[in-house]
């Protein structure tokens, strides 16, 4: 494990608060070793020394993950999301080695005042209230252009990209764009899941593609700069948004569904048309996605699976990687909010065999670390290596952000 960096004080979420008097306060999930350390890499001292040096000395960029932390009784998750107050997990991100890190919150299951989700109003409490607290902190930067990741690289710092996996919260309102943009957003996918007034999501029975209110949302985020993510989005409406979009897009945490077929996963057509206009796909390690026929238990090694694969067919300079972690019981936010994640759909009626966490890529804290001596251990070149964990977001970022 990491050490934490010299430059993280020791803040954690809200202390500027008096808990229990300001706000409510539950127990959380432990940052750091809440799951014994990954056993899987059997790297020699060279191995490691280089592995450890490739983390301190590059751009490391995680393309989708969810820093909060969660209670440590999962029985207390509604009641915590309620109280609209989630915590940035300050201490296992000083440990990650992450330069950037793209948090997209949890506005799927943000129940403040619906258990639907996805309210506009809920999203902008979120936001704010989440960036009154890094405004009192002085680890994290608010990052919001291409020069506050260099800074935070420069200063031994993290660089924190607020993002939304959906638009569903805009409605039928292209200037709520300019609203979150305002806010600090960067990044937004066209929908999680569930159709929305832009396009089709991954769940759906049939796919009309984006509307042509998606393609106005689409044309405005290139125009303001928040790059778009087609993660969650059925498939016809990926290829109209890479079609229709000025700039590259991602697909910020995925896998492929020609290694694994799954709803979850993207297509072969989906992910080279996104790599011919120049995008990027970030290999996701949520539970029970990334399963391949070689590993069909998900660990690092699946995860990996799907990274080698991708690689094969679009080159390495499009590919990265959106573990789409979180600090706690990732596997038992889905079974609480399986209806809202869209569990089973996306899953399909493929059979997998359920673990308690994915083995050596379970939070932002550990991620890297693992993801890097694999790649040494691999004998990727230092070259390939500072590509996939940050130089090829960098150059999509350099191109669609202002």
């Given at each position: ?36 350390e990954y056993q899987g890499l059997d790297l020699s001292d060279a191995q490691a020394q280089r592995a450890r040096r490739l983390l301190a000395e590059e751009i490391v960029i995680s393309l989708h993950e969810h820093v ?114 305002g806010f600090g957003v960067r990044q937004m996918g066209i929908a999680y899941s569930e159709a929305n007034l832009l396009g089709s999501g991954l769940k759906e029975r049939g796919d009309g593609g984006l509307t042509y ?8 985020m290139n125009k303001l700069g928040i790059a778009i993510d087609i993660s969650h989005s059925g498939d016809q409406t990926c290829l109209d948004t890479i079609r229709v979009s000025d700039k590259p897009v991602f697909i ?151």
């Open positions: 494990m990491l050490e934490s960096s010299p430059n993280y004080t020791g803040y954690t979420a809200y202390d500027y608060l008096e808990a229990g008097v300001d706000y409510r306060a539950f127990p959380l999930a432990r940052q750091i070793g809440r799951v014994p909060q932390v969660f209670p440590e009784d999962m029985g207390n998750l509604r009641e915590y999301i309620r109280a609209g107050r989630e915590s940035t997990g300050y201490a296992g991100l000083a440990r990650s080695g992450m330069t950037a890190v793209f948090d997209n919150g949890m506005d799927g299951t943000c129940c403040i005042s619906s258990d639907a989700g996805w309210k506009y109003q809920d999203v902008l409490f979120d936001l704010g209230v989440r960036m009154a607290d890094l405004a009192h902190q002085d680890y994290v930067i608010k990052a919001e252009s291409v020069a506050d990741i260099r800074r935070a690289h420069e200063e031994g710092r993290l660089a924190h990209v607020f993002a939304l996996e959906a638009s569903t919260m805009i409605e039928n309102e292209v200037d709520r764009l300019d609203v979150l943009y209110f998606g393609e106005r949302a689409v044309k405005r910020t945490h995925a896998g492929a569904r020609g290694l694994w077929p799954t709803n979850r996963m993207k297509t072969d057509e989906t992910i080279v048309a996104c790599a011919e206009k120049g995008g990027v796909i970030g290999i996701e390690a949520a539970p029970h996605t990334t399963l391949s026929p070689d590993h069909p238990v998900h660990t690092l090694e699946s995860v990996m699976d799907h990274f080698r694969y991708c690689v094969d067919l679009v080159g390495i300079e499009h590919v990265a990687f959106g573990p789409d972690t979180l600090f706690g019981d990732h596997v038992g936010l889905h079974h609480a909010f399986a209806s809202n994640l869209s569990i089973s759909q996306a899953h399909g009626t493929i059979d997998y065999t359920e673990v308690a966490y994915v083995d050596g890529i379970e939070n932002p804290a550990e991620n890297f670390s693992n993801i890097i001596g694999w790649l040494v251990q691999h004998d990727y070149s230092d070259d390939e290596i500072r590509a996939v964990v940050g130089g090829n977001i960098m150059r999509v970022l350099e191109e669609v952000w202002v």
